[in-house]
């Protein structure tokens, strides 16, 4: 199961700021008027901006999974949970980062922000990814740790966490 793999305090902050957040989306969807209190007047090119950071982050989204699939085969599952993997993904955008996923995710969330002109929706979305960044990486980090040492001690010194690292 999904949740026997997840740290407890995440499950509640994810149903905390999800349940504000898809609510958010569905009323903004059908029924905009009773959202504009929470309007926020960016200029259109901002629009843009989010539509232009949307698809550079599914892009990045994309290009992880497709990289953990060559990589792990069977083993991969696309499921963000702490578990044990088989290999030490270090190719494609883990070459330069260790969580370009949770990365891609949290653009996405701004891009939302700025899709939306909505800083209930924008912040509300943004707040579910910090606390899976803020919560889970390091979970996972330490797992990776356990399971494979100094080979991944070695690897966080050569790659940020979130963002690229440009030198190595």
Request: net charge positive; hydrophobic share 50%; no cysteine.
């Amino acid at each position: 199961m999904h949740n026997e793999n997840e740290v407890p305090l995440l499950l509640k902050l994810r149903t905390i700021f999800g349940i504000p957040f898809y609510l958010g989306v569905l009323v903004w969807t059908f029924a905009p008027h009773w959202m504009e209190w929470s309007n926020f007047p960016f200029p259109t090119w901002t629009r843009w901006m989010g539509l232009g950071l949307g698809i550079f982050a599914i892009i990045l989204n994309a290009w992880s999974h497709k990289t953990l699939s060559q990589k792990l085969g069977a083993d991969f599952d696309p499921a963000m949970r702490l578990l044990n993997v088989p290999a030490l993904v270090t190719e494609g955008p883990y070459a330069r980062m260790r969580h370009p996923i949770y990365f891609a995710f949290l653009l996405m969330q701004i891009a939302v922000l700025f899709l939306t002109s909505n800083w209930f929706i924008g912040f509300s979305g943004i707040a579910i990814i910090v606390s899976v960044i803020a919560i889970r990486v390091p979970e996972e980090e330490k797992l990776l740790i356990e399971q494979f040492g100094e080979q991944y001690k070695n690897y966080m010194k050569h790659t940020g966490r979130l963002l690229p690292k440009l030198l190595s």
